[in-house]
């Protein structure tokens, strides 16, 4: 029976016995759970946040088969299917205010299809090679020596943007030239996106010591403590480290080091959730050992990375470039480098007045009942700080948790790093990610014809003389 949302399917997160109890989401279709998916998954080992983006691919493909499958029981039909899917993804259902497949689902832009779709042949694959299953898009040889030269064109231009381009060998690549999909979809729309929004740069100081403001009884117990500092540690991290707003929450007390080129400053590393290294003395033993950070959790208190946690504990985490490898961990790097001397003083103003010494977990960031700390909590808390400072909270003002990190972008550009540094500043596997953060605003682009425009003038050409866009009147 279908649901009055549109959907055949439930997504649930259940315990997985074979794995020490791990969260693992589970479909259930028609009142059945689709166990070849959750053997998927157990296959896979995915992060928890990437694991959801899967069940939603597979969800949004089981409620299309749903009502659409019949039209497509011809075997001559069939390549037409993954086609339909994507043209419903893309375009949505819904027409003149009415859908009469029962979806009820909006457009979609071409990057999220294209993700989706990828994501539905991927399991597919995967069920062919596990059941003997047919192939939603199985792969064809050989190739067409267009669909090869337009493999080497994407492969060039990847190997291109890679950090890692040196390990890009030519051979390796050769075999998967030879083949392609059967079903060739649509490929990415080129946009020229509008620059980021970025977080006003004249505001910041105002934000962290205007906004970030507590009332006099949050602050009695120590008067000259009169701000949120966590919220500002937190706001410092997006703004001139350049964090996604959910990375500071996986943040541990002993993640903030003392930088060995300046004492006076922080070094932040921020390990991955589950597979990032932490260094502790054996119980037993009492040597130093190493253990990922979700076993850690698991003995020491019994809990999960916050990646695995629901409802408003939960923090999400993005495939992010790591600079240590041996620690699974990503550097934080200040911009300007002297905000590293305010965050280790509020850092240690924080632990000493703020935070509990004694907690049942690690995490730096923490609620006043002592509970890590979630991004909806830290958003409307930034909210407020942003009202009180004049300002409204939009997101296309910048002035979002998101903005800080367009402008961290934007100043790495202007600063004059190269695009090479900016990927590794900003965290990104693939420079072409930076391209939102970096690109210039029209009020940049304004600016800058203004000054080639004086430029011209002064050295004597008259393009900006009125006469030459309105002729005199006779």
């Known amino acids: ?140 040889r050989p190739a067409s020596v267009a669909e090869q030269i337009a493999f080497w064109r994407r492969w060039n231009t990847s190997k291109a943007a890679s950090l890692l381009n040196h390990t890009k060998g030519r051979e390796a690549a050769t075999e998967s030239a030879k083949v392609v999909r059967a079903v060739a979809l649509p490929g990415d729309v080129p946009i020229v996106a509008d620059s980021a929004p970025a977080f006003p740069e004249e505001y910041i100081e105002s934000l962290l010591f205007d906004g970030f403001v507590l009332s006099g009884g949050q602050a009695k117990n120590s008067p000259w403590l009169r701000w949120n500092i966590r919220d500002i540690l937190i706001t410092i991290l997006l703004h001139h480290g350049g964090l996604r707003v959910s990375e500071p929450m996986h943040l541990w007390v002993d993640d903030v080091f003392i930088d060995p080129s300046n004492p006076q400053a922080a070094r932040v590393l921020v390990h ?75 850092y240690r103003m924080y632990l000493q007045q703020v935070r509990p010494f004694s907690l049942n977990h690690p995490y730096l960031f923490v609620t006043q009942d002592g509970e890590p700390v979630g991004v909806g909590s830290f958003s409307k808390n930034h909210s407020s700080a942003i009202r009180r400072i004049g300002l409204d909270p939009v997101k296309d003002l910048g002035t979002s948790p998101h903005g800080h990190r367009h402008a961290y972008g934007q100043r790495l550009e202007k600063g004059g790093l190269s695009t090479k540094e900016i990927q590794v500043a900003m965290h990104h596997v693939s420079p072409l990610s930076q391209k939102v953060y970096t690109q210039p605003s029209a009020a940049d682009v304004r600016e800058a014809i203004e000054v080639a425009t004086l430029k011209l003038a002064a050295a004597g050409l008259p393009f900006n003389s009125p006469e030459l866009l309105l002729p005199p009147l006779k």
């Open 1 to 140: 029976m279908r649901s009055l949302h549109g959907h055949s399917h439930l997504c649930l997160v259940v315990a997985d016995s074979e794995r020490n109890g791990k969260l693992i989401h589970l479909i259930v279709a028609g009142g059945t759970p689709v166990w070849p998916l959750f053997h998927y998954f157990q296959a896979r080992n995915l992060d928890f946040s990437t694991e959801a983006t899967y069940a939603e691919a597979a969800g949004l493909f089981i409620d299309f088969l749903a009502v659409k499958a019949c039209e497509f029981a011809k075997v001559g039909d069939r390549s037409r299917l993954l086609n339909s899917f994507a043209n419903a993804l893309l375009y949505g259902t819904i027409q003149d205010g009415d859908d009469p497949t029962g979806l009820w689902w909006h457009s979609r832009t071409q990057q999220r299809v294209n993700r989706l779709v990828d994501l539905v042949c991927e399991i597919s694959d995967w069920l062919h090679e596990r059941y003997k299953t047919t192939a939603i898009n199985p792969f064809r």
């Open 272 to 346: 991955h959730p589950s597979d990032g290294i932490y260094e502790h003395p054996d119980p037993i033993s009492g040597r130093i050992i190493s253990s990922t950070r979700a076993d850690y959790l698991q003995l020491k208190y019994n809990r999960r990375p916050l990646t695995e946690a629901t409802g408003k504990r939960h923090a999400g985490w993005k495939n992010s470039l790591l600079t240590h490898r041996a620690r699974n961990a990503f550097e934080v790097f200040w911009f300007p480098q002297s905000i590293g001397e305010l965050f280790l003083s509020l």
